[in-house]
């Protein structure tokens, strides 16, 4: 079975340019969380998608958002983007919602 | 609220043992454990729900306390492939979404 799959694995951006990456979960997994990883704030919760739905979301602002489709893949667009966006945004996939969560290669974003 | 984990860094020799500990400060409905090797994605270890089970594959296992919200894993005999970032993520019965410690990095040298 393939694993979690995300695009595009590198991107160079600048300062109020707009990102989206796309995260396309494990056959069958109908559960997408997305994290930021940052070395100094370490691996932070951006939100999570059940059935099309966010279900939950973490402290992060607006200009953070995302959506699922009805095949499970899902998609994080970041707004405006500031030097501090610059991290590596990983995608986890599970089954069910808060069970085992499968994370894909991740995406690393610069923004200069 | 982000797990408290310790130690921050540990360095052992081939075949020696270790502890990471995970402390949380809220009632915890479940503990996630994963390993994170440089460049590359977390990979998922084991997951403990609450009631104290003690899991565990090869020679790594974890304990879950739920009187102390408290969470151990043991990693014994190391081998040189066990190096990475161990991270705990847990999960609040209240907020199902799994939040991170600060991770620790474990160095095995032959």
């Known amino acids: 079975k393939a694993g979690v799959t995300q695009t595009p694995r590198y991107l160079i951006k600048t300062r109020g340019q707009q990102v989206t990456l796309s995260c396309s979960p494990i056959?069958?997994?109908?559960?997408v969380s997305w994290y930021q990883q940052t070395p100094g704030q370490g691996l932070q919760f951006l939100f999570e998608y059940f059935s099309e739905t966010q279900r939950n979301k973490g402290n992060f602002p607006g200009r953070f958002s995302g959506r699922q489709f009805s095949n499970s893949r899902s998609e994080m667009n970041v707004s405006t983007l500031e030097l501090g966006d610059s991290a590596l945004y990983l995608c986890?996939?599970?089954?069910?919602?808060?069970?085992?969560?499968?994370f894909g290669p991740g995406t690393r974003l610069l923004v200069l | 609220q982000q797990p408290v984990q310790s130690p921050q860094a540990v360095i052992l020799r081939e075949g020696e043992d270790a502890v990471i500990n995970c402390s949380s400060s809220?009632?915890?409905?479940?503990v996630h454990w994963y390993r994170q090797k440089h460049g590359e994605a977390p990979v998922f270890l084991m997951i403990?729900?609450?009631?104290?089970e003690q899991k565990g594959h090869d020679k790594i296992s974890a304990s879950f306390n739920e009187k102390k919200q408290q969470s151990s894993l043991y990693l014994t005999a190391s081998q040189l492939s066990y190096s990475g970032t161990y991270f705990c993520?847990?999960?609040?019965?209240?907020?199902?979404?799994?939040?991170f410690g600060s991770g620790t990095q474990l160095t095995v040298l032959p």
């Open positions: 403990l729900l609450k009631g104290g």
């Open positions: 056959s069958g997994h109908r559960s």
């Open positions: 993520g847990t999960e609040q019965a209240s907020a199902r979404q799994l939040t």
């Open positions: 809220k009632a915890l409905y479940s």
């Open positions: 986890a996939s599970s089954f069910y919602r808060q069970e085992t969560q499968y």
